[in-house]
């Protein structure tokens, strides 16, 4: 039977373009301490940059447009990583910890500079709605996802087995191959539409959170067959 279900957390429990919206936030307060235009324009430029051509190089790309010296670019970095988010839990999330709380066991397992994580855990207050957490980063960055360390860490901590174990993410690298590496059936939320690759696809995949009890069940009454990957 499962009895643990672990989740990953960046754009699985909350949307991770919200903590980018934050950050740009702080970053474009402290650009116009320093003379190069007004926050809330400086917040749109961002936002769009980031939307419109990718996730990297953001501040590079506005410090270019903009012709504000790159060699300030390391400290904004730093500024946004640093600032204390304003994010909250996606809705599905929400009633879906609510609904499991006290089924089963439940924790967390995710990458990134591990600073960084716990302020948004912090922010999201997961400390008081899950029973563990782990932050990959605390065991080095080549423990990252998908090694399988983190997630058999949290299994230890909740008293687990990985068996009885369902990890619930949306990348399927990090997290349906992590899973797998480490023994565990994944449930991939897709938040976003790209396909899992054929030899990195979960026990079963969701649109939304809600579905995830209705999944757990199934899985329980399938038995561990039908949970291997």
């Given at each position: ?15 991770e373009?919200?903590f ?24 749109g430029?961002?936002?769009s ?6 996730r ?8 270019a447009r903009l012709?504000f010296?790159?060699d ?11 600032h ?24 967390c ?27 990959a980063?605390d065991?080095?960055?080549r423990?990252?996802?998908p ?28 997290d ?21 690759p ?16 209705r ?15």
């Amino acid at each position: 039977m499962i009895r643990a279900v672990l989740f990953d957390l960046d754009d699985t429990l909350y949307r991770e373009d919200d903590f980018a919206c934050s950050g740009f936030g702080a970053v474009a307060q402290e650009l116009e301490s320093r003379g190069v235009g007004r926050a809330a324009a400086l917040h749109g430029m961002l936002a769009s940059i980031h939307v419109t051509e990718g996730r990297e190089h953001v501040l590079d790309k506005l410090a270019a447009r903009l012709n504000f010296p790159g060699d300030w670019v390391p400290g904004l970095v730093e500024r946004y990583r640093a600032h204390v988010p304003t994010i909250t839990l996606a809705p599905d999330a929400v009633r879906a910890l609510a609904r499991l709380r006290g089924r089963y066991r439940l924790g967390c397992v995710t990458n990134g500079w591990a600073a960084v994580q716990r302020r948004k855990i912090a922010a999201l207050g997961l400390g008081t709605l899950l029973d563990a957490i782990v932050v990959a980063d605390d065991h080095g960055r080549r423990h990252w996802k998908p090694s399988p360390l983190p997630f058999l860490h949290c299994c230890r901590l909740l008293g687990v087995s990985p068996a009885e174990s369902v990890h619930v993410g949306d990348d399927p690298e990090r997290d349906v191959r992590g899973a797998r590496n480490a023994g565990i059936a994944s449930v991939r939320v897709r938040r976003e539409p790209a396909d899992c690759p054929d030899d990195a696809r979960p026990a079963c995949e969701v649109l939304s959170l809600d579905e995830l009890e209705r999944v757990l069940d199934d899985l329980n009454r399938a038995g561990p067959a039908a949970r291997r990957d």
